[in-house]
């Protein structure tokens, strides 16, 4: 099969998470504003937690008990899940100071943008290896892709274009991010496609789970509840549960 149409495929799941951006371009009135961002962050940290635990950290888990055996790979999996834990911290404190009037949400959108950047490179090369090999199961996959990369897409936007009042600005992040799924298709077509192994993309998959698990719960839960409309954090956890379910037993 030639290289085009699987790069193709891995380029149209990863940028999706420009829809997402498109959100921002709805103009909400000034005392529905909170609402909606409360909605967002919520949204995206079911998002976040929810392929963490029905996707990553399941699928990461085989791969590396099949390579390492039980003790050993149980092991391997709890040091790699802290180091994306600490992740979170290190980063945190990594980001310099913006010009922005809310840092905390110009810092969420960008621990969100490259939590998801590390999430998508994986994920490229998961859909180009899959399309390469089986083009109805590329398709497949790249559907599911799609489906939680929309929500990931606002979970970028939404507090950069609220922290810096710039649309660009905030599409801009949200398309680098997408980036990184083509960007693992080249890599694995050009360098991976001989090397790659299931165990190896399992461990980058345990790092991303522990990355966005602390995210939402350390970062995003907070500034959601900061807002103090609960009711929109209920709207938030449910549409993502219907999303996540749709993702689960849909494709």
Not at 227 to 249: C, D
């Amino acid at each position: 099969m030639s290289f085009l149409m699987p790069l193709v495929i891995s380029s149209v799941a990863g940028l999706s998470t420009v829809l997402g951006s498109l959100v921002i371009f709805k103009k909400w009135k000034r005392e529905n504003i909170n609402k909606f961002i409360t909605f967002c962050l919520s949204l995206s940290l079911i998002i976040m937690i929810g392929i963490s635990i029905t996707e990553l950290i399941p699928e990461a888990s085989y791969s590396i008990l099949v390579e390492y055996k039980l003790a050993k790979g149980v092991l391997i999996s709890l040091i790699i899940f802290l180091i994306g834990v600490l992740s979170v911290y290190f980063i945190n404190k990594k980001i310099e100071k913006s010009s922005s009037n809310d840092l905390d949400l110009y810092r969420l959108g960008i621990l969100s943008m490259l939590a998801l950047m590390l999430h998508n490179l994986p994920e490229g090369i998961v859909t180009f290896l899959s399309s390469y090999q089986d083009m109805e199961l590329g398709l497949k996959i790249s559907v599911a892709i799609m489906l939680h990369n929309i929500p990931e897409g606002i979970s970028i936007a939404v507090p950069i274009y609220y922290a810096t009042g710039s649309r660009k600005e905030a599409v801009k992040k949200t398309f680098i991010s997408g980036l990184a799924e083509p960007l693992g298709a080249v890599l694995a077509f050009l360098f991976l496609r001989n090397f790659i192994t299931d165990a190896m993309i399992g461990l980058i998959l345990i790092f991303v789970a522990g990355l966005m698990i602390t995210l939402a719960i350390h970062e995003l839960l907070p500034k959601a509840l900061s807002y103090h409309e609960n009711k929109y954090i209920f709207f938030g956890f449910f549409t993502g549960i219907i999303l996540l379910l749709i993702n689960h037993f849909v494709f």
